[in-house]
């Protein structure tokens, strides 16, 4: 069983602070890794994906991949409430994706 | 990024009936799939729509219930049948736009209310 695992959350930071979300996924035959933003009501959107170990960075937001950990986390620096969504952590195994729960985020102005 | 996009995007349905699906992308693509989003809940997969020949659907979702069909490389539909107010939920068409798996994006979504 293919798994992803997120803290549901709600997170909740002031604004100006770095946000932390994190995931873990079960099956290490998974290489890439996608963030998606899902504000309510809406679709999700493609924030980052990540396939080498490390960290990668786009903006504000820095994801992160440990393989051996099997752990995938999301930084957003500079938090803003239009931040304020959920976060939706994606493992790929074999061109499908498989999603976590969700982590809802919340920024406080 | 390719764009997606789904009709209708809203609907009610009575129980007992079907509602179906449109998902028109702006350009040519390999893979194509359909999604479940119940309230409150994260993405299932229902299926990989493949062009010219069966979806391949994934566990605990059958062909009779989601129909679903992929007539060319921009197009499908999904067919929700015998409809109950289990099937509320938003249903969502994604693409992998490279063909590698490694890029993929989601249309705005039909929200589905079944009463």
């Known amino acids: 069983q293919k798994e992803v695992e997120q803290n549901s959350g709600p997170l909740s930071v002031p604004e100006g602070a770095i946000a932390s979300l994190n995931c873990t996924y079960s099956?290490?035959?998974?290489?890439?890794f996608f963030w998606y933003r899902q504000y309510s009501g809406k679709s999700p959107e493609l924030i980052m994906s990540?396939?080498?170990?490390g960290d990668k960075e786009d903006g504000r937001f820095t994801a992160q991949l440990n393989k051996a950990s099997q752990y995938v986390s999301l930084l957003i620096r500079d938090s803003q409430p239009s931040d304020s969504a959920t976060y939706l952590c994606a493992a790929e195994y074999g061109n499908k994706l498989v999603f976590g729960a969700g982590t809802i985020l919340r920024v406080k102005s | 990024s390719a764009v997606i996009s789904q009709k209708p995007s809203r609907d009610i349905c009575q129980r007992g009936t079907s509602l179906t699906i449109q998902c028109q992308v702006d350009s040519q693509v390999t893979m194509m799939f359909w999604y479940r989003q119940q309230p409150g809940q994260s993405l299932t997969l229902i299926a990989t729509?493949?062009?010219?020949?069966?979806?391949?659907?994934e566990s605990g979702f059958v062909i009779d219930k989601f129909p679903i069909s992929r007539p060319n490389l921009t197009f499908s539909t999904l067919t929700v049948s015998n409809l109950s107010p289990e099937d509320s939920s938003i249903y969502l068409c994604s693409v992998d736009s490279t063909g590698s798996g490694n890029t993929i994006y989601f249309g705005e979504g039909s929200w589905l209310t079944v009463v």
């Open positions: 729509a493949n062009q010219g020949s069966e979806a391949t659907y």
């Open positions: 990540i396939y080498s170990n």
């Open positions: 099956d290490r035959g998974s290489q890439s």
